[in-house]
């Protein structure tokens, strides 16, 4: 890999050397040569749209996060939609989600005919609170969306007790948290419906796609209908060797189906769930030690019994400690040759959904002070010790010069 020999204590945007030539890209996976034959084999089976490996994917998920039922379909922002039309979210319903988060949450409530309503976060664990979720809630409210922030499960116990009370629905964000637990029961098993995401950047990735997990057969079954058009059960086996059977729409339905050769990806992947998780602990442990005395606030740790899932790790930068704004020192990182991520921008200072409810700065205040100081740097398997090393070495020297 094409290094500098030497890097100078300026940073790259200030003329000096930098860290790295070849760009570390933000979220790259690990994909292995399992995947790729796996997915050759499907490519040479003719399977190629939703079959037995989608079947398999399904099985083996489940198996992992030990609900009761999943249903695999094309993003967890459809997953998200179709748990809350079972949810029986319709026009005129409020849903309450969190402000920090990234918009498909509050996107896939208005897909639903709902009206999102903004819970403001902890400014530490960037996650909603039982509080803040209470705060939000009125007699038109039908559910809630926890959303597992960077992979740090929520405090599932007091939201259940605070929707409970109110009896509404709970569909639990579960982009960043497939490995998360809390008192070792996975998160997307407390409400009625977790919604799981398998974008390339996510913990496992089967390049797009998603999945629900839910206790209710019935729901599972509808969607089931509702992923493929609204057809009538295995309506995609029509065209296997079990003989020609006619289809019928029995409802209306989505184009929301997985595809045999995304689950040939999500298969192996999951497999080794376990060891990229170890990876990830490994480097987190590492970045920990390394940024201790930067002018950053560390991820939260979890608490007793909690098993972060470690998705992104995300610091928030201390600007009465730094000379420059957080977008000077995301610029700086990026032109040693180190990509980041921002997340997010809180969903109400985004101009549609600021303009459509009203919104104004000041409403939310911990997602914005979040949103003003955040930066997530690269966490995945695809880094060996050099890749991880030139992240400390990029953000140590980036911060250091801007201090005051
Ligand atoms: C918190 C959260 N919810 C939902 C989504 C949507 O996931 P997908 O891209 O699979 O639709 C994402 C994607 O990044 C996310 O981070």
Known sequence: MARSASSSSRPALEGGTPTRTEFLVF???????????????????????????????????????????????????????????????????????????????????????????????????????????????????????????????CPMDAILGVAGRAKIRVVEDCAHCIEGTIGGRHAGTFGDFGAFSFYPTKNVTSIEGGMVVTGNAEAAERMRISRLHGLSRDAWKRFGGEGYRHYQAETLGYKYNMTDVQAAVGIHQLRRVARNLEVRERIWRRYDEAFRSLPIALPAPPGNGVRHARHLYTFLLDPDRLRVSRDTVLEAIQKEGIGVGVHYIAVPLHPYYRDRFGLREGMFPNAEYVSARTLSVPLTPYLDDQDVEDVIAAVTKVLLYYSR
């Open 27 to 153: 979220g790259k996976p690990r994909i292995g040569e399992e995947e790729i034959q796996e997915v050759a084999a499907a490519l040479r089976s003719g399977w190629i749209g939703t079959g037995p490996r989608v079947q398999t994917f399904e099985r083996e998920f489940l198996s992992y996060i030990g609900g009761s039922h999943v249903v695999a379909v094309s993003s967890c922002t459809a997953a998200l939609h179709l748990s809350l039309l079972a949810a029986g979210v319709v026009p005129g319903d409020e849903v309450v989600v969190p402000a920090m988060t990234f918009v498909a949450t509050a996107s896939a409530v208005l897909h639903a005919g709902g009206t999102p309503v903004f819970a403001d976060c902890d400014r530490s664990t960037f996650n909603v609170t039982a509080a803040s979720v209470a705060a939000a809630i009125t007699p038109r409210t039908r559910a809630v969306v926890p959303v597992h922030f960077a992979g740090l499960p």
